[in-house]
Each structure stands twice: as C-alpha cells, then as structure tokens.
C-alpha cells in the first residue's frame, strides 16, 4: 500500500475517529500544545450514533450525597465490575467539559431560576459545535477517510495510513500518538449513525498486540419501527404491545424480553403509544424527541394512535462496555503511544457489565476523550524526533491485502470477493450475532456459533481486498466484524456465570469467584487471562453477600 501513498501527513498525535471522544481527543491534544490531524470515515459533526439524536448525560452538581448515591448505583448495576474512582473522575470531568460547551455557545436549555439545564444534549447541535471547535483550535481534519491501519515500529504506534472516500487517493499520517475512537460494533444492524461503526479500531489495535476487555458484555438490542433506523427506545415505556392478531402482550406494564422472545421466534412485535393519551402528553413527546417521530410522520403513520411493527436492532459493543483494554487513567493501552477513548474502549471501570445510550457512555466519550488527549500529546511531544524520522511498517494484516496485476498467488481461497458475495458474508456474520444466539446464550449455542464463525473468519480475512474504495473498506469491516464476534462468544464461554448483561442459560447466577475481568489477546489464536477487580470492590461485595 506504501507505493500508492499520494496524501503524506506528519503530526504529533492521530485521532481516528470523528464522534464525541474523537472530537474531544483532538481538542484536548490540540490545547496542549501538539499538532493534531483527526481521520473521520464519515464526516466530523454528523456521522456516529450519537449526531443524529438527542443523549442524556451522567451530570451531578458538586453535592456529595448525590454522587455517592450515583457510584453505588453503578456499581450495583454492573456487577461490581466497576471502580467507583472512575465514576468520581468521570463526574468530576463531565462537570468542567459541559461547562466548556456552555462557554462555547451550547444553548442549554434554562429552568424558572435560569440555572442552565445540561443533563441533555442535542447531537446535531452539539457535534456542529464540536466541530467548529476542533477546527478552531487547529485540528487538520480529514473527512470521509477511513483508516484502514496503523504503523508501528519497535518504539509503539506511528500513525495509521487510510483511504479517501473523495478522490479515491489514499493518505497516510505519521504521528507518535494515536487516539482509537472509531466508536464499537453495531455489525452493519442499520441503527441510526451505526453503520460507520464496525470495528475496525478493534482490530487496528489487536494487530498491534493490545488487549481486550468486557467483550462479553455485548448483548444490547435495541428497538425501532421495523421501517425506520431510530433506535431511542424511551418513548416505547408509552406504548401497548400486541401481536399480529392484537392480543395485548404487555398488560402488566412490563415490557422486558418481550420483544426478543417474540422476534427471536420469527414473530411480529406491534405497537401503538397509546398511553399517551392527551394532546398535550403528546406535544411534549414530539418536542422532546422530534427525531423520533420521523420515519412515523414520512410513512404517514400516527403512533399515538395506529399499531406499527417493532424489530430490534443489534448495537453489539456500541451499547455494551467491551472494547480495547485500557491501563492507567490517561486511557492508555498495552501498546506504546496508543490510546482509546469512547466505545472503541472497555468501559468497565467505569460501568462494569451494563451500560446504555447515553448517560454513562455519552460522558465517558467526554471524559475518556479528553484524558486521551491530553496524554496522547504529552507521549507525543516527549519524544527526540518527529514520526516521520522512524521506520514504520504498516500493521494490517486482515482483510487488507491486494493483489498485484502480475500476481500468481490468487486462488478460489484468496480472490476477492464481489459485492455480491460481500453481502451475503454480512448476513452470515449477522445470523451469528442474532438475538437466538447472542441473547438468548447458552454454552452449545455458542460453541456451535464459534465453529461457524472459524470458516467465515478464514474468508473475511485470508482474501484480497478489492479494487474499488468501497470493496476494499468493506474487505476491512468484514474482517473486524468477524473478529469481533469470535471475540464476544469466546469471553461469553469465559464467564461462566450471569452478571451485567451478560446471561448464560446453564450458569444463571452471578458467582463471587468470578469478580474478574476476562482479558482477550490475539486474534487467529485467541488467549485469554483475568484481571483482578481492586481488592477494595472484592472485600466489600464479599461482606454484602455473607
């Protein structure tokens, strides 16, 4: 790939990835000093999960009480996988950041006492900020260039090389610091702003030698008309659920598991917000969650009042807490120079086994960004010479290949494959990560999955990339999106209980013994270690259970 290099770029830090934490990251690295080029694979403002909506934020004023009582709440919900430093730190920094925003022009809506209300954000309006804010502080931004891998040399991570959407050319910058924000995997499930996120800073990083942590906590579907993309499930809390001949499915008000026991049986899930039964509850949905209501009001639908079919998305490790292993509070990793922020990292010092959309997620994308940056740039101006001094090697091995025209080596196992085959291994990949097998785990189902998933990865993985842009960024994705899912089944086999929103049929209780982390390293051969929770946590889950 070297020799078609047409773009050369020299920085001190590399932020790959444009949603909020990539967005933070370069900020952040660019305020101290270094300079900063950010690759989006979309566009730097509206591309990611969180632009297209609205999200809530895990916001507290200074009050002790009140952040206490908010740690051990996350520390119950995530099987006390989580370490409440981290949720201080993260409540701490959210604080400072939002207050920026403000600063910055955010209009924050205001209560009766004009105190400034910035639990919520508004994604469009905030990432158009972000955007103009990162440009501001001389970021050189590079839209629609995906990365496609990193560099490295003995010394760590080196910058990454990628190709551009644009004009076609391919592009390659040099930095002694790299920030992974690329954001989890949704495995191409359509969820509004999803599809850019396959994990491909998953497996950047792992070909590098960085661990993994929290893949099994990868279970999140969410819910959205079966004709539309958004996936803000809140506003269902007001709807009745019937089946396709009616029958109320929800008469108790409770409406968990419905959904995934009746889609996974080949079922249909309809719904109509029914509860909302005044004018003026309805006014107060629309205005609260406009975007919610699109795919609705252009299919001319009235939710309030006619039944619509549900579906449910799969947002794998978007809305789950497993990601790139970090290991000191600067969000570094095991690899030199290289750090992750947002959903590209494990969040489980923060969150432990559950997460969500927002609240947690969208401030630790703030916070992990802004740590990220800030230590990227430190790593980076310590250095004795620039990047562009090292000799750098390119470090994609999967997916990425191509064929030269005098080439002997291609066969029926390592052509590439047409656009039409690249589908139908999409499909494959998500027929493994479906709900009767993902959601519903159990140790036969995902060994059985497992197996699958060895010839599907020799596929995605062992064959050149195409000619094209998109065949060959496709070529990349399948090769991450496989690697992903061998991953999040072989952590799930790991963990031989149920805790967070991991759940395994044979193993249905959280076991004391397993108040562990389950760390991943390798990716044709997948080795796997444990990590110790801090004593602290293990001694008082102990005490609460004796």
Known sequence: MSSNVTKQLTADVLVIGGGPAGAWAAWSAASKGAKVVLADKGYLGTSGATAPGGTNLLY?????????QAVEHRLKGGGFLSEPSWTYRVLDQVYINLERIENWGYPFVRDENGTPMRGHLQGLEYMSLMRKVVLKAGVKVLDQSPALELLTDEHGVGGARGISRLDGKEWEVRANAVVIATGGCAFLSKGLGCNVLTGDGLLMAAELGADLSGMEFSRAYAPSAAFGTITRGRLLGWATYSDEEGNVLNSDGNRAGILQKYISEGK????VLDKADT??????????????????????????????????RFEGTVRGTGGIRIVGEDCSTTVAGLYAAGDAASRERLMGGMSGGGAFNASWAICSGTWSGEAAAAHALRQERDADQRSLRAAGRYGIRQASDDSDSVNERTRSLSQAEQNELVKALQQEVSLSINYFRSVPGLQASLARLQPLWQSASARYAGSTIQQRLRSRELAAMAATARWMHTASLERKESRGMHALKEYPEQDPSQLH??????????????????????????????
């Open 60 to 68: 507290l004023p200074p009050d002790q009480a009140l952040r206490d």
């Open 268 to 271: 249909k899930v309809y719904a």
């Open 279 to 312: 004018e003026e509850k309805r006014n107060i949905l629309r205005h609260s969650h406009a975007v919610f209501f699109l795919p609705y009001d252009r299919s001319g639908i009235d939710p309030f009042t006619q039944r619509f079919p549900l579906t449910l």
């Open 517 to 546: 982390r389950i760390i991943l390293s390798g990716i044709e051969t997948i080795n796997i270690s444990h990590e110790p929770v801090p004593g602290s946590i293990k001694d008082r889950v102990i005490r609460s259970i004796g």
